[in-house]
């Protein structure tokens, strides 16, 4: 059985229109796609790939605790 693990995406959209997905507890790990469904399966491989490396130094195992905005003046 495999064990299953749930992440946080940020999606954001470029200019161009372009969906790009990222995940924050994942150094590195991101992808585009030019619709939303299409950017869910290419993540999910994205993050399948990133966690198959054993060896990979950049994955410590952290925990995305959020997202916070703030407000600056300029």
Known sequence: MAIKRRFTVVIEQDEDGLYIASVPELPGCHT???DLDQLDNRIKEAIKLYIKEEDNPEYSGSRFIGV?????AI
């Open 68 to 72: 916070h905005q703030v407000e600056v």
């Open 32 to 34: 585009q796609a030019k």
